[in-house]
């Protein structure tokens, strides 16, 4: 089946620095795929639409120089946290969809923590 | 916002079936139910979806009532690994991205 790869699963960084976060479909092609943030006990929030080629179309409230995403290419989107905070600490999560494929696959999710 | 709403936790004696209830009262009539589930600090995994029929698949069936404004999942025998957050998302086939609900909180039992 349809398997997203999604690297690093684990990454503590310090205040001020960036992160870089890979979400790769390992056996197709995704032209559009979706990253999501969660909090301890919360429910996913859709962060930001990433399509191949093209700007990322970002959810209200979600800063895009901060979340600066890229998808150069129909195997891997990425997304990089600027200048991270602690109040950036989360889980991150990505999504893709193969066609034909029953709904979406997700990745296995990042958890960022700044200290 | 999500379009369903589910309790917000329920247990489950180990070996019995587990049934989750959600309603989707405004779905429309091109829109799917899926449910996903979400293990603890893991990314969510795709269970089943269905339109109108009730489906069964190797991991659970889904039971959608005649005016679809509602369905229920079934695990048929639960075990310890099926504890997780149960996701019923309702959305069409041109929608974009899935928007989640809270969830309902199953915990299997031994």
């Known amino acids: 089946g349809a398997v997203v790869s999604q690297h690093p699963s684990r990454v503590i960084c310090k205040s001020g620095t960036s992160v870089k976060i890979e979400c790769r479909s390992l056996?197709?092609?995704?032209?559009?795929m979706f990253w999501y943030r969660q909090f301890p006990k919360k429910s996913l929030m859709l962060m930001a639409t990433s399509n191949e080629g093209s700007k990322a179309t970002y959810e209200q409230g979600v800063e895009k120089d901060k979340f600066l995403i890229n998808h150069a290419s129909l195997t891997l989107s990425t997304l990089t946290v600027t200048s991270a905070h602690p109040e950036d600490s989360s889980f991150y999560i990505c999504?893709?969809?193969?066609?034909?494929?029953?709904?979406?696959?997700f990745g296995s999710g990042t958890r960022l923590t700044v200290v | 916002d999500a379009k369903t709403t589910q309790p917000t936790s329920m247990d489950c004696a180990e070996g019995r079936a587990a049934n989750l209830p959600c309603n989707h009262s405004?779905?429309?009539?091109?829109?799917?139910v899926y449910w996903y589930r979400q293990i603890h600090s893991q990314g969510p995994q795709y269970i089943i979806h269905?339109?109108?029929n009730n489906e069964t698949n190797e991991m659970a069936s889904l039971i959608i009532t005649e005016d679809r404004k509602s369905s229920t999942l079934i695990l048929p025998h639960a075990t310890l690994r099926d504890t997780a957050v149960y996701y019923c998302i309702v959305r069409d086939n041109y929608g974009q991205n899935f928007v989640f609900g809270p969830g309902t909180r199953l915990s299997v039992l031994p």
């Open positions: 405004t779905i429309s009539g091109n829109e799917y």
């Open positions: 269905g339109l109108k």
């Open positions: 056996d197709f092609q995704a032209t559009t």
């Open positions: 999504s893709a969809s193969s066609q034909g494929a029953a709904g979406y696959t």
